[in-house]
């Protein structure tokens, strides 16, 4: 099994910066996917940003050029720039792994609320 703790969540205003963290533990050594998802009230979860071993970065349009995502070791961060009010969301730490079922688990969630 992979646990997931993430940490980072908020209140900002609009124009803001937070920087979101989750540290994978448990069974992390076939670990080649780490990334964030979110869900707002009302609508379905989507990705917003992964990455992947050997660097690869995948960001949702809207995010692009205001988010980064980075990892060091069994944590990855993302750091959110020029905060929206459409950004609010429950943010979820995401990861695969490719040893063995189950491959794919998720943290908690951690709230981020961007005031106008």
């Known amino acids: 099994q992979v646990q997931l703790v993430e940490s980072g969540g908020g209140l900002v205003q609009a124009g803001g910066s937070l920087r979101l963290s989750c540290t994978a533990s448990?069974?992390?050594?076939?670990?080649?996917?780490m990334g964030w998802y979110r869900q707002a009230p009302g609508k379905q979860r989507e990705l917003v940003a992964d990455?992947?071993?050997?660097?690869q970065r995948n960001y949702a349009d809207s995010v692009k050029g205001r988010f980064t995502i980075y990892r060091a070791g069994n944590t990855v961060y993302l750091q959110m720039n020029s905060l929206k009010p459409e950004d609010t969301a429950v943010y979820y730490c995401?990861?695969?792994?490719?040893?063995?079922?189950?491959?794919?688990?998720w943290g908690r969630g951690t709230q981020v609320t961007v005031s106008s």
């Open positions: 990455i992947r071993t050997g660097g």
């Open positions: 995401y990861t695969h792994r490719t040893s063995r079922a189950p491959y794919d688990f």
């Open positions: 448990g069974s992390t050594f076939s670990i080649n996917v």
